[in-house]
């Protein structure tokens, strides 16, 4: 049974920082390409970074560069999400998944709950 759980999440000042983590089983971890992706309220959700099987490349949407850091743990199956210089605009449910979720469907059709993110002063 494949589980994704994400934690991490708060209340955090503008210009705060916190650090997201997703703790998988039931597939593959280690070979499949990961991502984390949010939903802000009243919008669909979006990808905010990615990051390769071995952690060879990862990739951020442009408004989180510089600020997001993504990570793996094959050993633990786990993905993490640092999160720096935080914005009101980054307000918003944080889910982890498989890359290409948002078109391919979550994994075997999972998703986690998903952990808040309130960016607020």
């Known amino acids: 049974q494949v589980q994704l759980v994400e934690s991490g999440g708060g209340l955090v000042q503008p210009g705060g920082s916190l650090t997201l983590s997703c703790t998988t089983s039931?597939?593959?971890?280690?070979?499949?390409?990961m991502s984390w992706y949010r939903q802000a309220p009243g919008k669909g959700r979006e990808l905010v970074a990615e990051i390769t099987k071995y952690s060879s490349r990862t990739n951020y949407e442009d408004s989180v560069k510089g600020r997001f850091t993504i990570s793996r743990d094959n050993g633990a199956n786990t993905l993490s999400l640092q999160m720096n210089n935080l914005k009101p605009e980054d307000t918003a449910v944080y889910y982890c998944?498989?890359?290409?979720?948002?078109?391919?469907?979550?994994?075997?059709?999972?998703w986690g709950q998903g952990t808040q993110v309130t960016v607020s002063a």
């Open positions: 998944n498989r890359a290409f979720a948002l078109s391919l469907g979550g994994v075997a059709g999972v």
């Open positions: 039931g597939f593959p971890f280690s070979e499949s390409a």
